[in-house]
């Protein structure tokens, strides 16, 4: 891929949460209190929405730095290796003293699931670790998954307006509220994010109401460029006067969709930070977003550009550069 000759060490800093996924799947029956059941397969994995991001965005060219808190526990040390095996910078990340790694384990029966989610050292990260000269070295800030990290959701704007006094770009997908309070000084907050990267479930959830256009309305005076992602039907940008509609590849070989929306945003910040179009960035993000689900998990599918070039090619006939 091309990219602009750089002035800054990093293309992108990610602030965000760190687990592992451990997913057992195919379970004799859905669990049962006082029983043993057994499982078919197990899978053991990077978890994280912030992490999907980062190493995806990298695999497609992006430098990437990162900026999260984990145990000094074996999950600890997968998490670096996996996030250096693609090229992720992780001498920024913190080893809590206190804390194990954050983990989420997901009881796969049928259709349904059930997780459980220890966040440990998750919780920890605060935004005056994500020091001025992490920000001074790179050209972006993104940050997701704020309901999950309590320690850093009451600094978000000063981070999001520090960003900007050094001249980042930011971007921020706010995920589920697992509380559904949803509660968060929007109005604040929204003007420092440059690129806002919900679903829309979310979007409606954080303008509180049940609509979507009327959602949309009430966001966009704080709002700079909204991206609503909607699954299977694709994507709406709105940025000004300007509504892009980008629909969704189809995708005949489905495996799971666990992580389309960070792959989207992968794909769309990567295009973002080179200056690109809105539609080029919406069309780059649903094209990841269909090859995410072409695989297990979020990451799979994303081990090499090589192979996401020819994914994009064969499954979705979109060249990329
Ligand atoms: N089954 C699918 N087939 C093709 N493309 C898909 C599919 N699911 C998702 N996508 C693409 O990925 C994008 C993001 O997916 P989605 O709308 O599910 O995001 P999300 O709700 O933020 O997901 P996540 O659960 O990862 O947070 C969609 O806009 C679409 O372009
Ligand atoms: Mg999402």
Redesign the pocket.
Same mark, same amino acid.
């Given at each position: 891929m091309n990219y602009i000759v750089q002035q800054k060490k990093f293309d992108v800093l990610v602030a965000g949460e760190l687990n592992i996924d451990l997913i057992l799947d195919r379970l004799d029956q859905f669990p049962v209190i006082g029983k043993e059941i057994m499982a078919g397969e197990m899978i053991y994995t990077l978890g994280s =929405?912030s992490a999907i991001f980062a190493s995806n965005l990298s695999t497609l060219g992006g430098s990437v730095n990162y900026c999260g808190c984990i145990g000094n526990d074996n999950f600890g040390d997968k998490i670096l290796n996996d996030l250096a095996v693609k090229n992720v910078n992780t001498s920024n990340i913190i080893r809590s003293k206190t804390s194990g790694t954050g983990i989420t384990v997901a009881f796969n029966f049928e259709q349904d699931r059930a997780m459980v989610t220890y966040p440990g050292a998750m919780n920890e990260l605060e935004q005056n670790h994500i020091t001025d000269d992490m920000l001074k070295q790179a050209q972006h800030l993104h940050v997701s998954s704020i309901f999950l990290q309590h320690g850093l959701k009451p600094g978000l704007i000063d981070l999001f307006k520090r960003g900007k006094q050094f001249g980042l770009t930011t971007s921020l997908?706010p $995920?589920?509220d697992p509380a559904e309070k949803w509660d968060c000084d929007w109005k604040n907050l929204l003007p420092y994010v440059d690129v806002f990267?919900?679903?829309? /479930? /979310?979007l409606k959830n954080i303008a509180q109401k049940t609509n979507f256009a009327d959602a949309v309305n009430a966001l966009r005076n704080s709002a700079n460029l909204i991206v609503a992602? +909607? =699954? #299977? /039907? %694709?994507?709406t940008a709105y940025y000004k006067n300007e509504i892009v509609e $980008?629909a969704?590849?189809?995708?005949h070989d489905?495996v799971d *969709?666990? !992580?389309? %929306?960070? =792959?989207?945003n992968a794909g769309f910040i990567s295009r973002f930070i080179q200056k690109k179009s809105l539609k080029e960035c919406a069309e780059l %993000? *649903?094209v990841? !977003? *269909?090859i +995410? #689900?072409t695989q297990k998990g %979020?990451t799979t599918a994303f081990t090499d550009l090589n192979t996401v070039r020819k994914i994009a090619k064969e499954k979705f006939n979109y060249t990329l550069q």
């Open positions: =929405s997908d $995920q589920w990267l919900p679903n829309i /479930e /979310e992602k +909607n =699954s #299977t /039907e %694709g994507a $980008q969704a590849f189809i995708n489905f *969709a666990i !992580g389309a %929306g960070d =792959s989207f %993000g *649903a990841c !977003g *269909a +995410n #689900t %979020g």
